[in-house]
């Protein structure tokens, strides 16, 4: 069972739309991130956050924007969608200490039109 | 600046052997990271196994091992007994800092074909 839950799972949507992208755990994780993966490709970060009210860009240049009101949400928002954004999203989270790797979320495959 | 390299972009292996999947990584940071991850085809990441750069003994987790060696800065993960369920990609990565969760970079994968 996912301790990490992202949707949608799958988006088609027209150019120029605004999309958020929903992403929240219930293990009370105060690290997240966002990256973004092309089919069979690496990922790369593009958002991440250590905690309430913190937010980063990572290293790979985004359009999209982020907010941690709350420590269990992480959404991302498009605020006009373009063919170049389709691509998977995948949502992860770490906390401070113990298991040192990330749970991840199953990802939203966007598609823009 | 941190980077990882996966040279193999496909692997295959005859069910029940053993295969290995390269992975090299660089940086300046004494301190730091190394995870692998299994993507099957429906598209989630799951995390297999973690190795910190000043740990002594080469990480296992059931039929995964992590061959570390430091000075080659490579960090090759090896399956023992592979089984179908492990067609999949998979990611090396990297994180630096020991502890806590701090940005982590990826390497651009390797498939696995597993042959019954």
């Known amino acids: 069972e996912a301790d990490i839950y992202q949707t949608p799972r799958y988006l088609v949507i027209g150019t120029g739309k605004k999309i958020t992208l929903e992403c929240s755990q219930t293990m009370g994780h105060d690290k997240m991130y966002w990256y973004q993966q092309d089919p069979g490709m690496e990922l790369h970060l593009i958002h991440y956050s250590y905690g309430v009210n913190s937010t980063e860009k990572g290293d790979l240049s985004s359009e999209s924007t982020v907010s941690r009101i709350r420590t269990e949400h992480f959404p991302l928002t498009l605020e006009s969608a373009r063919p170049s954004h389709t691509s998977q999203y995948l949502c992860?989270?770490?906390?401070?200490?113990?298991?040192?790797?990330?749970?991840f979320g199953s990802g939203t495959r966007l598609t823009v039109v | 600046a941190q980077k990882i390299t996966q040279t193999q972009p496909g692997m295959f292996v005859q069910e029940k052997e053993a295969v290995t999947l390269d992975c090299t990584y660089d940086t300046s940071d004494p301190s730091y990271g190394l995870f692998w991850y299994k993507q099957p085809s429906s598209g989630e990441m799951i995390f297999l196994i973690y190795q910190g750069s000043y740990d002594q003994q080469n990480a296992t987790e059931g039929r995964y091992s992590l061959n570390f060696q430091k000075a080659r800065k490579s960090a090759n993960l090896v399956i023992s007994a592979s089984q179908l369920g492990d067609s999949a990609m998979y990611f090396c990565?990297?994180?630096?800092?020991?502890?806590?969760?701090?940005?982590?970079?990826f390497g651009a994968g390797t498939r696995l074909f597993v042959k019954a």
């Open positions: 990565a990297m994180r630096e800092g020991h502890t806590g969760g701090f940005k982590t970079i």
């Open positions: 992860a989270s770490s906390p401070p200490t113990g298991a040192p790797g990330y749970t």
